[in-house]
């Protein structure tokens, strides 16, 4: 479904992605794994197109989208959620999610109000009066109405208290029930146990292991040598 | 003499009304597009000759209200696709080094098209009359103009504030990358954008033309009272826009009675006032 071959991307004269390649195939949830620093946002970013990858190839079902415009990416269905949420701190909850319906998605408004409960009851507060938790729901709920045929999250559960992460994870699996796949960058081990199938690290700009969840958890030393992170 | 003052309040909230609209356009675009637009003033200017040529033509300024700042807002639009979108990344200084070239080519082929010497445009036919209330008289035309200046100014709002297209502005104005992310094509905003705020000050010159007519230099003048406002309601608000808009107007015309060499002074005056006070004026965010 969405295929990265051996793209370099660059920030001015810094090589930050030196030949990264990966598949999300249908219905699947990868995640990609490594330290701060390593090209994970990057390649979250060379995806829809912010980055543009001076090598290499980004194919959609098929048809290459390097070179295209962010939006068109966009439209073609690659959501990403970005690091920092993007959530618009002027406009009301309810305008976020407005601006981003598309007809034919398989999420309309009223159901993502159904999904985050939260969001419809702060539908006429303003983004800038969100808590963290709230910004990342309002920031999945946005990419849903957006009509995403695959859903990229760079760290969505980043600052987030403990029962927010679970109810995420649960967002998650019902995402991934209905057959979006998901690339999810996450640092919180746990989250990923949960719901990947699949597992790449990244470090220092290039994909140093890839394996099956069922691989991943039976090789502790993977943890220990690419990811200082608390399991 | 309590109607003196009336009357120069009324004519204060005109000319007030009239650089809310030029302002506005200037402020969306800044808020928008990050871009400095120093030719807002000269598409004053064309809005007011566009007006004097079609009352020429046809003797009919209510075509002109129409033809006029879709005329300006389309040659904007064209501007923008050859020219503008190329210096949305460079700084501001040489945004404003390209866009005071252009002021100067719509000044010198106006002076060619339309002459050195300004043109008088006639009060349009049905508004040439005088309102009275009582003891007091105002020219019918110039409260029709504080009128439509508001309608506009209604509907500007509604646009901006009850819409999608004004939200995606709103939105744009705060981060144009999360708008790409959601599948918008942000120059074609960035294009409908720009021509709107231009429109808006071909609207502009079109209510000025009966009051002030048509002169080469209009454009300039405009375009410093334009920053002016801007400066004192705050680089990319719609409110700030509307009350530095009035503020500067009614000034202005009050000083015309009570002290008339010092209206600019006091102008000035103001703007400095309130950069010292708030740096980003009275409705800015920082
Ligand atoms: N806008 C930028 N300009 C220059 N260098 C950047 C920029 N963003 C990230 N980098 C650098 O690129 C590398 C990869 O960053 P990033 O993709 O954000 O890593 P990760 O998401 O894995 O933490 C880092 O060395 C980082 O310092
Ligand atoms: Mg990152």
Same mark, same amino acid.
């Given at each position: 479904?969405?295929? *990265?071959?051996?793209?370099?991307?660059?920030?001015?004269?810094?090589?930050?992605?030196?030949?990264?390649?990966?598949?999300?195939?249908?219905?699947?949830?990868?995640?990609?794994?490594?330290?701060?620093?390593?090209?994970?946002?990057?390649?979250?970013?060379?995806?829809?197109?912010?980055?543009?990858?001076?090598?290499?190839?980004?194919?959609?079902?098929?048809?290459?989208?390097?070179?295209?415009?962010?939006?068109?990416?966009?439209?073609?269905?690659?959501?990403?959620?970005?690091?920092?949420?993007?959530?618009?701190?002027?406009?009301? *909850?309810?305008?976020? @999610?407005?601006?981003?319906?598309?007809?034919?998605?398989?999420?309309?408004?009223?159901?993502?109000?159904?999904?985050?409960?939260?969001?419809?009851?702060?539908?006429?507060?303003?983004?800038?009066?969100?808590?963290?938790?709230?910004?990342?729901?309002?920031?999945?709920?946005?990419?849903?109405?957006?009509?995403?045929?695959?859903?990229?999250?760079?760290?969505?559960?980043? %600052? @987030?208290?403990?029962?927010?992460?679970?109810?995420? *994870?649960?967002?998650?699996?019902?995402?991934?029930?209905? %057959?979006?796949?998901?690339?999810? *960058?996450?640092?919180?081990?746990?989250?990923?146990?949960?719901?990947?199938?699949?597992?790449?690290?990244?470090?220092? %700009?290039?994909?140093?292991?890839?394996?099956?969840?069922?691989?991943?958890?039976?090789?502790?030393?993977?943890?220990?040598?690419?990811?200082?992170?608390?399991? | 003499?309590?109607?003196?003052?009336?009357?120069?309040?009324?004519?204060?909230?005109?000319?007030?009304?009239?650089?809310?609209?030029?302002?506005?356009?200037?402020?969306?675009?800044?808020?928008?597009?990050?871009?400095?637009?120093?030719?807002h003033g000269a598409f004053f200017l064309l809005g007011s000759y566009l007006c004097y040529t079609v009352v020429t033509l046809t003797g009919n300024f209510w075509l002109s209200l129409f033809v006029a700042p879709l005329g300006v807002a389309l040659l904007a639009w064209i501007t923008e696709q050859v020219l503008i979108k190329r210096a949305y990344h460079l700084?501001?200084?040489?945004?404003?080094?390209?866009?005071?070239?252009?002021?100067?080519?719509?000044?010198?082929?106006?002076?060619?098209?339309?002459?050195?010497?300004?043109?008088?445009?006639?009060?349009?036919?049905?508004?040439?009359?005088?309102?009275?209330?009582?003891?007091? #008289?105002?020219?019918?035309?110039?409260?029709?103009?504080?009128?439509?200046? #508001?309608?506009?100014?209604?509907?500007l709002w509604f646009l901006l504030e009850r819409t999608r297209f004004g939200a995606l502005v709103r939105a744009g104005s705060e981060d144009t990358e999360t708008v790409s992310l959601l599948g918008t094509n942000i120059f074609k905003l960035f294009s409908l954008t720009f021509a709107l705020g231009v429109g808006l000050a071909g609207v502009a010159g079109v209510?000025?033309?009966?009051?002030?007519? #048509?002169?080469?230099?209009?454009?300039?003048?405009?375009?410093?009272?334009?920053?002016?406002?801007?400066?004192?309601?705050?680089?990319?608000?719609?409110?700030?826009?509307?009350?530095?808009?009035?503020?500067?107007?009614?000034?202005?015309?009050?000083?015309?009675?009570?002290?008339?060499?010092?209206?600019?002074?006091?102008?000035?005056?103001?703007?400095?006032?309130?950069?010292?006070?708030?740096?980003?004026?009275?409705?800015?965010?920082?």
């Open positions: 479904m969405l295929t *990265v071959t051996d793209i370099h991307s660059y920030y001015g004269k810094s090589h930050v992605l030196e030949g990264v390649s990966l598949t999300v195939n249908k219905g699947e949830l990868v995640t990609l794994l490594g330290r701060n620093g390593a090209g994970k946002t990057t390649t979250l970013r060379s995806i829809v197109g912010i980055v543009s990858p001076r090598q290499g190839s980004i194919t959609f079902d098929g048809s290459e989208t390097v070179g295209m415009e962010t939006f068109e990416i966009a439209r073609r269905g690659i959501a990403l959620v970005p690091e920092h949420r993007g959530i618009f701190r002027m406009l009301t *909850v309810a305008e976020n @999610l407005e601006i981003a319906v598309r007809s034919g998605s398989q999420w309309s408004l009223a159901d993502v109000y159904g999904l985050f409960p939260r969001l419809w009851e702060r539908r006429k507060n303003g983004g800038n009066a969100l808590s963290g938790g709230e910004q990342q729901m309002l920031a999945i709920a946005r990419a849903l109405v957006n009509g995403p045929r695959i859903l990229l999250l760079d760290e969505p559960t980043e %600052g @987030l208290a403990p029962v927010i992460v679970d109810e995420l *994870v649960n967002i998650l699996r019902e995402i991934k029930r209905s %057959g979006v796949p998901v690339l999810l *960058v996450e640092q919180n081990l746990n989250v990923c146990r949960k719901l990947a199938d699949r597992h790449y690290v990244l470090e220092q %700009g290039q994909v140093v292991y890839h394996g099956t969840a069922a691989e991943f958890d039976a090789d502790p030393t993977i943890r220990d040598r690419y990811l200082a992170l608390s399991a | 003499m309590l109607n003196v003052y009336l009357f120069q309040v009324l004519n204060g909230l005109g000319l007030g009304m009239i650089y809310f609209l030029i302002s506005v356009g200037l402020t969306i675009i800044f808020g928008l597009l990050n871009f400095v637009n120093f030719a700084p501001h200084t040489f945004q404003i080094l390209i866009t005071l070239g252009m002021a100067l080519i719509i000044r010198e082929a106006s002076i060619m098209i339309w002459g050195p010497i300004g043109k008088s445009v006639p009060t349009p036919a049905g508004l040439d009359g005088v309102f009275r209330l009582g003891s007091f #008289a105002y020219p019918e035309y110039r409260l029709f103009m504080i009128v439509f200046a #508001a309608v506009i100014g209604l509907l209510l000025s033309a009966p009051i002030r007519g #048509a002169h080469p230099f209009l454009g300039e003048e405009v375009l410093g009272i334009a920053f002016v406002v801007v400066v004192i309601g705050g680089m990319g608000s719609f409110t700030g826009a509307l009350v530095g808009g009035l503020l500067v107007g009614l000034v202005q015309s009050l000083m015309t009675t009570i002290w008339p060499q010092g209206a600019s002074l006091m102008i000035y005056g103001a703007m400095a006032a309130v950069i010292m006070l708030r740096p980003y004026g009275l409705f800015g965010r920082s």
